[in-house]
């Protein structure tokens, strides 16, 4: 079918749906609906789709389109759940189980029949994990049902009047529920309000005396103090008393009329410094190798089982600073020390990686300064991975992965994806050319043509495209909270299988062959030449373009989903850039 996709913003849900649909044979198109009701009527009028599908819309859409064509709204709640706050409310009551429903678009908000609803349960953690996962998950799976009964025809779908259906309208969840009370509220309260606003919008707080959004929030057993006392600080987080205990708080955001320069979501502990210089709290840091009973917060672990090491890492959001990039780095030179025959590098769940940190790099007081120093750390991880020769290196992409971080990826020797994950292995929508040895490793799996397609059309890949392209080794269909242990289950068994050390040996010696023929050093060299005349020009789309993507500001998409030139904003069937 042509499928036309309207999304308020190519999030990583609506880079999935692409992906998915185009995966089964569909033409799919995408405008978005951020640059107004114009592009969408023009997009509709052009391609004259069979289905328009929404996976992603915070506006309406213009009635005459869905008036005229059937028109799917994804929705994330269960059947009969309105209003534009579902999983606010979820987290917030405690659902233990939540749902996606596929409905058409009607004049009154999610009032229409519905297509297909999918259930999931509700994990305890931040509303944007549950999002990219739990929900995306169930997300997918409702819409390529809702797709096969349309395209079938003789389904029809069930209107809200059905007595199966409790409607229950829920208000948009404001601030004022929002509001932690420092001195009632116990820790397991502060935590749920944290962790339902954790992307956005954050929970609106005072700190220093200045209003901030507080964003993310992980428990502490140890440090106690008054209630909303900053206690101390750790790998760019802040810790806080509660009445009962403690929380860490990864990020702030300074309002956006606050006067601040940065008035986005940042490290905490960089945005209390530069709100009070005077501020000194003690760095607490925990071991990288965390006894089991500890709950705190510790962005980077390591753990060994049998011959199998285990380094996980999670970044708010994906993105990596210089600081979290040399952390890595030594927490990867710490985990070689061990005697391990298979490494395994991944977080339990979310995000692998998503390369640089602009919003780091955005603060910066010297951005040009501070995108060559992350690149010239993330570098420095990629290559101590690509030259890791005395064991087996396997990337665990519980979550997407994209620009650098996907690099990243490709640098380990094996790439295991979970079923749900998207890659984007490209710069080039936030007008980069690259690096993290992407002109050595991508083309050595998936070859020299198929590298400069993916760079060069810059659209999300699938798992099992990736998997198919030779970008993943293996698929693991495991639920979003069962990738980890399943994932050490598979590398106890690599761990074990005969003739390992026959696959290490060749490994190193490919590394050795490879060197011979052009060192890895020329292609950072002939990388970072190309980096550094984008990062020091000032003219550069990419500073532009990487302001507008921090500060949100109306084109802060990265680069739109097609030439410039194009006003709607669309890319082509089948992911061909018009």
């Known amino acids: 079918m042509d499928i036309l996709l309207v999304a308020s913003a190519f999030n990583s849900l609506s880079q999935r749906v692409y992906a998915e649909l185009s995966d089964r ?12 009701d114009g592009p969408v009527r023009a997009a509709v009028r052009e391609s004259c789709p069979d289905l328009v599908i929404a996976p ?28 534009p706050s579902a999983l606010d409310w979820a987290i917030a009551e405690q659902a233990p189980e939540w749902g996606v429903t596929v409905l058409q678009a009607e004049a009154g908000m999610d009032a229409g029949p519905v297509w297909a609803a999918e259930p999931f349960r509700v994990a305890s953690v931040g509303k944007s994990d549950l999002y990219r996962n739990e929900v995306s998950d169930a997300a997918v799976t409702a819409v390529l049902t809702a797709v096969r009964r349309h395209a079938e025809g003789a389904y029809k779908p069930r209107p809200q009047s059905d007595p199966s259906i409790a409607v229950v309208w829920r208000d948009p969840f404001r601030q004022e529920r929002r509001r932690i009370g420092w001195e009632h509220d116990d820790t397991a309260t502060v935590l749920r309000k944290l962790r339902g606003a954790d992307s956005r919008p954050g929970v609106r707080d005072e700190l220093l005396g200045r209003e901030l959004f507080l964003h993310g929030g992980h428990p502490e057993d140890e440090l106690r103090g008054r209630p909303g006392e900053l206690l101390a600080q750790r790998a760019g987080a802040v810790c806080r008393a509660t009445r009962d205990g403690a929380v860490w708080i990864p990020e702030l955001r300074p309002r956006k009329n606050s006067g601040d320069p940065a008035p986005f979501r940042r490290p905490a502990a960089a945005v209390l410094a530069a709100l009070d210089p005077s501020l000194r709290l003690p760095e607490v840091a925990a071991p990288l190798e965390l006894p089991p009973r500890r709950h705190t917060y510790a962005d980077i672990r390591y753990r060994q089982r049998g011959d199998v090491g285990l380094l996980s890492f999670s970044f708010p959001g994906g993105a990596m600073s210089t600081d979290q990039c040399r952390r890595l780095l030594a927490a990867y030179e710490h985990a070689l020390t061990h005697p391990t025959r298979v490494l395994v590098l991944g977080g339990a769940r979310d995000f692998f990686s998503n390369g640089i940190h602009l919003n780091v790099i955005e603060a910066a007081p010297d951005p040009a300064q501070e995108s060559w120093d992350n ?12 030259c890791t020769t005395d064991r087996l290196v396997v990337a665990a992409l519980a979550g997407n992965a994209a620009a650098g971080g996907a690099m990243l ?7 295991w994806c979970r079923t749900g994950a998207v890659l984007n292995p490209h710069y080039r929508r936030m007008g980069l050319y690259g690096s993290e040895f992407w002109t050595y490793s991508l083309p050595r799996r998936v070859g020299p043509g198929q590298a400069r397609r993916l760079t060069e059309q810059a659209l999300p890949v699938s798992a099992a495209t990736a998997a198919r ?4 080794d293996r698929l693991v269909p495991a639920a979003p909270g069962e990738f980890a242990a399943e994932t050490e289950r598979l590398a106890a068994a690599l761990a074990a299988a005969p003739g390992l050390d026959r696959r290490i040996a060749e490994k190193a010696a490919a590394r050795a062959a490879d060197e011979r023929q052009r060192p890895l050093a020329e292609y950072r060299r002939s990388e970072l030449a190309r980096m550094h005349a984008l990062f020091f020009d000032p003219a550069a789309p990419y500073h532009a373009l990487r302001a507008a993507f921090v500060r949100k500001t109306p084109s802060g998409s990265p680069r739109p989903l097609a030439a410039p030139s194009d ?7 089948a992911g061909t850039p018009r």
């Open 56 to 83: 992603m819309l915070t506006t309406a859409l213009p009635e005459e389109v869905w008036r005229e064509h059937t028109c799917l709204i994804v929705h994330p709640g269960p059947p009969g759940d309105r209003g």
């Open 567 to 573: 006003p709607t904003g669309r890319t082509g069937p």
């Open 375 to 386: 690149l010239d750390a993330m570098d420095d991880l990629v290559e101590a991975v690509l």
């Open 469 to 472: 392209l030779g970008l993943a």
């Open 409 to 415: 990826a490709l640098a380990a020797d094996q790439v």
């Open 25 to 36: 044979g569909h033409r799919v198109d995408v405008v978005l609906a951020s640059h107004g």
